[in-house]
């Protein structure tokens, strides 16, 4: 069974820009989490969907980072414009049910604002 | 608010040694505690968690760690590491009725020959 699946691996791209990242989910997870880490520190958690809905989206930073989740399948998340202080990795995380069942993580997207 | 701490960024220690990972947590609600781990170049693991009932885990490979409510404090242990544990390690807390995770700074553990 294919895990969590996040893409690219890496993104370098200049202040201003837009980037999107994607995460594609272990199937028939409902749950989807985005979390992330800035350099050196810990992991803050950003949303999730449970399928297409956003159940909870309060640690999204601002209205420059937008998620997705058409079909409850994948998801993406896009920032734009992208800031300097948005550097960091980002975390795609799924579970199949709601609870403290196992949150299974994807290796994350680097992304670096220059 | 909760919050995850992790006072050890990095731990060194040789091959067969013992290793202990400290984190404390602060809370004012029933909380569920989570380890994961990051081995290089791949997502985050879940080591081992609790939810209820026995305040002392354990891992498949040999980690436990032991919940204490008074002191509030997860820490992870193992008696005897290996080079294959040289990896980072996350404690996370979660609380009922929500499902997202907050996580401590991260330990780099780092196993010597």
């Known amino acids: 069974e294919a895990g969590v699946t996040q893409f690219p691996s890496h993104s370098v791209i200049e202040k201003g820009q837009t980037v999107t990242l994607r995460c594609d989910p272990i199937?028939?997870?409902?749950?989807l989490y985005w979390y992330r880490r800035v350099m050196g520190k810990e992991i803050k958690f950003l949303l999730h969907?449970?399928?297409?809905?956003?159940?909870?989206e309060s640690g999204m930073p601002n209205n420059r980072f937008l998620a997705e989740r058409t079909g409850g399948t994948y998801s993406t998340l896009k920032v734009q414009p992208a800031e300097l202080e948005d550097s960091g990795v980002y975390f795609c995380a799924s579970s199949q049910v709601r609870g403290y069942n196992e949150q299974f993580f994807g290796p994350g997207t680097r992304l670096t604002v220059l | 608010a909760q919050s995850v701490t992790q006072l050890d960024s990095q731990v060194p220690v040789f091959e067969e040694a013992p290793v202990e990972l400290r984190c404390n947590y602060s809370?004012?609600?029933?909380?569920?505690l989570f380890w994961y781990v990051q081995y290089p170049n791949q997502g985050l693991q879940l080591l081992l968690k609790?939810?209820?009932?026995?305040?002392l885990v354990e891992s498949i490979n040999g980690f436990e760690a032991e919940f204490n409510k008074s002191q509030t404090s997860f820490h992870l242990r193992k008696p005897s590491v290996h080079i294959s544990d040289t990896a980072e390690y996350f404690c996370?807390?979660?609380?009922?009725?929500?499902?997202?995770?907050?996580f401590g700074t991260g330990t780099r553990l780092q196993v010597f020959p």
């Open positions: 996370a807390v979660g609380r009922r009725g929500t499902d997202k995770l907050i």
């Open positions: 809370s004012s609600v029933s909380v569920y």
């Open positions: 969907f449970v399928k297409e809905s956003k159940q909870d």
């Open positions: 609790y939810l209820s009932g026995s305040t």
């Open positions: 199937s028939g997870h409902d749950n």
